[in-house]
């Protein structure tokens, strides 16, 4: 399940970057989270980081009143 969340939440932010939806996210996705979890507790604390500096940075930005980052 938890590679799933990490799958999904990698493949949305490639496809937020990249403008368009598609297999390139989903793709990219599938195979960061299967990394992450490979990688036992180190990788999912890599992964656990990623995603909270980027819900910081969102956080920040909305409190500022900053356009949302591409």
């Not at 992450?36 to 500096?53: D, E, H, Q, S, W």
């Amino acid at each position: 399940m938890l590679r799933s969340l990490i799958g999904a939440l990698v493949g949305s932010e490639i496809d937020r970057r990249d403008g368009r939806g598609g297999l390139k996210g989903a793709a990219i996705g599938a195979l960061a989270a299967r990394a992450v979890t490979r990688m036992g507790p180190l990788g999912l604390l890599l992964g656990g980081g990623y995603v909270a500096k980027k819900a910081y940075d969102r956080h920040r930005d909305r409190q500022r009143g900053a356009p949302p980052r591409v």
